[in-house]
């Protein structure tokens, strides 16, 4: 059946549209996205402003005849964390879906750990033994671990790239006595409750997904999308902690002519490296290798398993 999959994240609104068989991965059809910066569009009290609200119900609507035209079968909406965090998240999705038919769900932070943990380990399989996988998205990070398809380790912490960039990166580029300060707030945020990941044991395979990810992968010498899919791109530590100082020193316009770096999200590629640095150095990590595959696969995947169950 071919599905579209519509994920309004942070940053961007996103269909995807693939064709999806039991038993099979996921075949993109066809890409449809446009940066809404939701989390750019909150009022002073935490609402989704006017202008935001008419934005994402322009996007939807526009992905809704995307998506008819390109004969999908089923539309499965949902939003992260911008949407998530608003204090008029319900507002704003009853009017999208008053004004379009579509209905948006809110993903708990929790859920989004869940299904890109599940799409990592059908990316990779069972040899990849113990996994730990981490998603830097626009407004939170998803960290979750386990030796299953399901986790046994969740957390989502509010450590997205876009936030930390607008909450805390305001120069550009910044002073190091920010950068200082900003990269003590995430380690501890990220140390508060470690031991619920490391309890399991270390990974036997640590592995990073989302685009912020694959920019830093691409920045410190990793193959371009250009190569495909398959191949094998990784995060190495060592040429991440080498190429921070110099992205501090580097204004958004130059940060944006780095290879993988699109102009919309250079803004956030300092605070994301902090994130990734962090990441792999409370988690004793070498390396994150990176998967192509993350939420909106494993959204995909989990809606499979349950039409094979009705089946």
């Not at 539309?75 to 204090?87: E, Q, Y």
């Not at 192509?292 to 094979?308: K, T």
């Amino acid at each position: 059946m071919r599905l579209g999959v519509l994920d309004i994240g942070s940053n961007t609104g996103h269909l995807l549209v693939v064709d999806a068989l039991g038993g099979a991965a996921p075949l993109p059809a066809y890409s449809y996205k446009e940066p809404l910066r939701l989390a750019e569009h909150l009022n002073s009290k935490g609402a989704v402003n006017q202008h935001g609200v008419a934005a994402l119900t322009r996007f939807v609507a526009e992905a809704l005849e995307v998506a008819e035209r390109k004969g999908c079968e089923e539309i499965i909406g949902f939003a992260t964390s911008a949407v998530r965090d608003a204090v008029n998240s319900e507002e704003v999705l009853a009017h999208v879906h008053g004004q379009t038919g579509v209905e948006i769900g809110v993903l708990p932070g929790e859920d989004e750990a869940r299904l890109t943990f599940l799409a990592v380990r059908r990316w990779f399989g069972w040899s990849s033994g113990r996994l730990a996988v981490f998603d830097i998205g626009g407004g939170s990070l998803e960290i979750a671990a386990g030796s299953d398809e399901a986790p046994d380790a969740v957390q989502s912490l509010p450590l997205g790239a876009g936030r930390l960039s607008r909450e805390r990166l305001r120069e550009d580029p910044p002073s190091n006595h920010t950068v200082r300060d900003l990269r003590k707030r995430i380690r501890a945020d990220i140390a508060r409750d470690a031991a619920s990941v490391l309890r399991g044991g270390h990974p036997d395979h640590a592995v990073g997904t989302s685009k912020t990810f694959r920019s830093l992968a691409r920045v410190c010498g990793a193959p371009s999308s250009q190569e495909g899919q398959l191949v094998r791109r990784v995060l190495p530590a060592d040429a991440l902690a080498k190429t921070i100082p110099k992205l501090v020193k580097m204004p958004t316009a130059k940060k944006a002519e780095l290879p993988g770096v699109s102009a919309n999200r250079a803004h956030q590629l300092l605070a994301g490296a902090l994130v990734a640095d962090a990441v792999m150095e409370l988690f004793d990590l070498s390396q994150l290798e990176i998967c192509p595959w993350a939420l909106r696969e494993g959204i995909i995947l989990e809606r499979l398993d349950q039409i094979s169950v009705l089946g």
